[in-house]
């Protein structure tokens, strides 16, 4: 039985709205309106709040939305923000951070940065936060979250807080295995003791290998497709570049000329346009090489 969701707004106030339109809230620019959207001020009234729906609504938990693709039509479901008191990031020993799950992947680097922390460099490559990138073991230029994790704090669907080991999550390539009835609170991260300097050399590195071949400060939303890597030695890139004429496109959904596996809303493209692209181009692919693509964004409808 579904919960009459306007009973909960007086308990929750100004953090809980109805009907809340999503399209600002992620980087494509693209979406209609949740249901419900509920923005978590503290992990107290969140327990609260998951344990009053009681597992009766559709739960997605968005981060930075820079991996999210949003229906245009409204989502039958419960939108969940973190707030800043998610956002928090310490030192627990020399070589050990634990950062709530709405920092930035960025803002952990720099953290990790300044405390002389190596293995975190690849972070500031990557455009979400830590919540996103445990779900899908985010990662590039050869390291991923994986590699960095000592154990992840979260909240089942009862309400409860749990922690797991890293070396009870099945991780692999772009996934985590964790259950999506999991809302991420915090993981604990190591690193090495490594001289700011160099930490700081090579993170420039990794930026301009990135500035290069990936396009920035337009309305994209990182890497559309995993790389199929039991399926093919080629990157999905060039299986695109092989497959698909680039210049093609759906209304303003277009395929960028930066990097072929970034697609591009070039002005108002509808939540149609780019899933008709992402269909075109996967079934190019699959004709032409018979390779099956995988999408790596998240598709919320």
């Known amino acids: 039985m579904k919960i009459d969701l306007n009973d909960l ?3 929750f106030k100004n953090n809980l709205k109805l009907d809340y ?7 494509f620019n693209i979406g209609g309106k949740t249901k419900v959207f509920y923005k978590a001020d503290s992990l107290k009234e969140l327990i609260k709040f998951i344990k009053k729906i009681r597992n009766r609504e559709k739960i997605f938990v968005l981060g930075a939305g820079s991996n999210t693709l949003i229906t245009d039509k409204q989502f039958n479901g419960v939108v969940i923000k973190l707030s800043n008191n998610f956002n928090n990031i310490s ?3 020399d070589e050990i951070i634990i950062a709530g799950s709405a920092v930035t992947d960025k803002s952990l680097a720099d953290f990790a940065m300044e405390n002389n922390l190596g293995g975190f460099e690849f972070l500031s490559c990557i455009p979400g936060t830590v ?3 445990i779900k899908m073991n985010a990662g590039c230029f050869e390291r991923e979250f994986k590699d960095i994790i000592v154990s992840i704090q979260a909240i089942d669907k009862t309400g409860q807080i749990i922690t797991i080991p890293a070396k009870e999550i099945n991780f692999k390539y772009r996934d985590s295995g964790l259950s999506d009835d999991l809302i991420f609170l915090s ?4 690193g090495f003791k490594k001289d700011k300097n160099f930490i700081k050399n090579e993170t420039k590195i990794l930026k301009e290998k990135k500035e290069k071949v990936q396009p920035t400060r337009i309305k994209t939303s990182g890497s559309t497709f995993k790389n ?4 093919s030695n080629k990157k999905v ?3 695109i570049k092989e497959s698909v004429p680039l210049e093609k496109s759906f209304g303003d959904a277009s395929i960028s000329v930066k990097h072929c596996n970034f697609f591009v809303n070039k002005g108002n493209a509808k939540f149609d346009d780019m899933k008709k692209l992402i269909k075109f181009v996967s079934d190019s692919v699959f004709q032409k090489t018979g390779v099956k693509l995988e999408t790596e964004i998240k598709i919320l409808e």
């Open 91 to 93: 030192l627990l020993n």
């Open 21 to 27: 339109d999503l399209k600002k809230k992620n980087w």
């Open 9 to 11: 707004m007086p308990e």
């Open 237 to 239: 890139w060039q299986l």
């Open 131 to 133: 919540g996103g990138g």
């Open 228 to 231: 199929p890597i039991n399926q």
């Open 187 to 190: 993981a604990s991260f190591k």
